[in-house]
T-cell receptor, first 115, second 112 residues
């Protein structure tokens, strides 16, 4: 029973390049969340998606960041024209589609370094 | 504005004793609370959760207590084991959304 998968685990980009982070949820999970952790801080919510829908993007920076969860394939977090301040660990989580409140299960994260 | 606060950055406990990790929150709209454990270079691992309609939830060595009037929750680990050494994050979710608001974490060290 595979958990949440993220790739790549490590990504190095120069300033101005694009970064694409991928997340495959756990089997049977249809909700995907993205969080960012800056050094020495807690995780910060970015965006919540279901298949083909963005449900809550209140934590996404207004520019350069976008996310999608297509009908087929993984969820993608895309950062255009990266800057040094984008260097962080990006975590994806998934949860089931069911009534009530559901715990989120996290992937191992992608560590983005912008040089 | 830190809505979920873990005021103790670190805690050291002897093996076999109880570990108590604390968390305070400010937002009255939170109705679901979770604890996660995190090792370096890994994602957070879900431990235990509690709904605001309860004041206690237990799962093996882990018990979470919720005091709504004080806006305080705690995680008890008993008995503590060296493998419990990790950073523990408290998280809360408002009633009208599934997003999680995390605290800054408490680093627990369990020594023999």
């Amino acid at each position: 029973n595979a958990g949440v998968m993220q790739n790549p685990r490590h990504l190095v980009r120069r300033r101005g390049q694009e970064a694409r982070l991928r997340c495959s949820p756990m089997k049977g999970h249809s909700h995907v969340y993205w969080y960012r952790q800056l050094p020495e801080e807690g995780l910060k919510f970015m965006v919540y998606l279901q298949k083909e829908n963005i449900i809550d993007e209140s934590g996404m920076p207004k520019e350069r960041f976008s996310a999608e969860f297509p009908k087929e394939g993984p969820s993608i977090l895309r950062i255009q024209q990266v800057v040094r301040g984008d260097s962080a660990a990006y975590f994806c989580a998934s949860s089931r589609l069911r009534e009530g409140r559901n715990e989120q299960y996290f992937g191992p994260g992608t560590r983005l370094t912008v040089t | 504005d830190q809505q979920v606060k873990q005021n103790s950055p670190s805690l050291s406990v002897q093996e076999g004793r109880i570990s108590i990790l604390n968390c305070d929150y400010t937002n009255s709209m939170f109705d679901y609370f979770l604890w996660y454990k995190k090792y370096p270079a890994e994602g957070p691992t879900f431990l235990i959760s509690i709904s605001s309609i309860k004041d206690k939830n237990e799962d093996g060595r882990f018990t979470v207590f919720l005091n709504k009037s004080a806006k305080h929750l705690s995680l008890h680990i008993v008995p503590s084991q060296p493998g419990d050494s990790a950073v523990y994050f408290c998280a809360a979710s408002p009633y009208n959304t599934d997003k999680l608001i995390f605290g800054t974490g408490t680093r627990l060290q369990v020594f023999p």
